[in-house]
């Protein structure tokens, strides 16, 4: 399976945009990328998932390179609101269970006022 | 709102005493997931149960167990407990027919277990 590397935390201002990138050099032609956001003391959230180039939705967008070796997920002028902890899964849909999907320490991002 | 529901919130027990979590996946889902986390090991994958059927098992201690019942709902049970596993205790539920492969998970809000 392939690993994730991720920073451990990141530190942004209120309005700006935060990119979060993920390193997976050993990804599998079937492999998916998938992010998640965790709120403290909360389950985590599903935020994106993309195979390959560019996937948009209403909270945070997803760059991916024609290597597939890294993406980046993007979130557009932050707020206090979105200080959490950001997971990068990579895994198989149809083929990797749960139990080879490692959520790792993720990224905790702090927004200040 | 993820439509998981887990109960109870919070925990508090003593050692070597024995707990049971409940959840209650989404209306619909079939698959149960249940994991651990805590401050020095993160997210935990411990096990997936399948339409009442284990599919998936991670690092589980052999003092825990799990079933899903044939109303879906799934539950946890601790036993012989030790201080080390206070922690938060999160279900999830996912919507894959198949039960098998890498599929979008719902999680709860989690019950935080304290061993004293």
């Known amino acids: 399976l392939a690993k994730t590397t991720q920073p451990i935390s990141m530190d942004s201002y209120e309005g700006q945009e935060v990119n979060i990138t993920c390193s997976h050099n050993?990804?599998?032609?079937?492999?998916?990328i998938t992010w998640y956001q965790q709120f403290p003391s909360q389950g985590p959230r599903f935020i994106i998932q993309g195979y390959k180039t560019k996937v948009t939705n209403e909270v945070a967008s997803l760059f991916i390179p024609a290597d597939r070796k890294s993406s980046t997920l993007s979130l557009p002028r932050v707020s206090l609101s979105d200080t959490a902890v950001y997971y990068c899964l990579v895994g198989d849909p149809v083929k990797t269970s749960y139990d080879k999907v490692i959520f790792g320490p993720g990224t905790s991002l702090s927004v200040i006022p | 709102d993820s439509g998981v529901t887990q109960t109870p919130k919070h925990l508090i027990t003593a050692t070597g005493q024995r707990v049971t979590l409940r959840c209650s996946p989404r209306s619909g889902d079939l698959s149960v997931y249940w994991y651990q986390q805590s401050l020095d090991q993160g997210l935990q994958f411990l096990i997936q149960?399948?339409?009442?059927?284990?599919?998936a098992k991670g690092n589980i201690l052999e003092r825990f167990s799990a079933q899903q019942f044939p109303d879906l709902h799934s539950e946890l049970n601790l036993s012989s407990l030790e201080l080390g596993d206070s922690a938060l205790y999160f279900c999830a539920s996912s919507p894959r027919a198949t039960g098998t492969g890498y599929q979008k998970l719902f999680f709860g809000s989690g019950t935080q277990l304290s061993v004293l």
């Open positions: 149960y399948y339409n009442g059927e284990e599919r």
């Open positions: 050993n990804i599998a032609t079937n492999d998916y």
